[in-house]
């Protein structure tokens, strides 16, 4: 299956994206078919340079059956090739991640982790100490039947 897709390049912490065509059996930044553009996420969204697109190419391997990934469809959404992708739904992007974090603590420990807790710590003694009674009573028996192949 063809995809249109982001092959990484640039140096380590500085990346810049081919944008290609390529199998999607192929590895990421290992062969493709096609360049059709170049993405540089580190330039701000305003400058021209950020993004540049082959369209006619573009709508060709479209029209070929190639599928662009997610990331890519978003940038053709921007240059009105492709339709935009629908937005996902992420209720907690809007909290910071400190609050985030303490949100997290505060709902897991009283709802899953104290009466987990509470009621393991009740059932494991009643559990243990049966099976000490048991050892005791086993004892004496053992001791009896020791003596008698003495007797013999």
Do not use: C, Q
């Not at 540049?52 to 240059?79: M, Y």
């Not at 974090?101 to 897991?108: F, G, L, P, Q």
């Amino acid at each position: 299956m063809l995809k249109i897709r982001l092959s990484r390049g640039g140096a380590k912490k500085r990346p810049v994206y081919k944008i290609v065509i390529a199998d999607s059996r192929f590895p990421r930044d290992g062969r493709f078919i096609e360049k059709v553009g170049f993405f540089n996420p580190l330039l701000p969204k305003t400058k021209k340079e950020r993004v540049n697109l082959e369209i006619d190419r573009i709508k060709h391997w479209i029209s070929k059956g190639a599928k662009p990934t997610l990331r890519v469809s978003r940038i053709l959404g921007e240059a009105e090739v492709f339709p935009m992708p629908p937005k996902g739904n992420n209720p907690l992007k809007a909290i910071p991640k400190k609050d985030r974090r303490k949100d997290k603590a505060e709902s897991d420990k009283p709802a899953a982790y104290v009466p987990k807790k509470d009621t393991a710590a009740k059932a494991e003694p009643k559990k243990e100490e049966p099976k000490k009674e048991a050892p005791k009573a086993a004892a004496p028996k053992a001791e009896p039947e020791k003596e008698e192949p003495k007797k013999k």
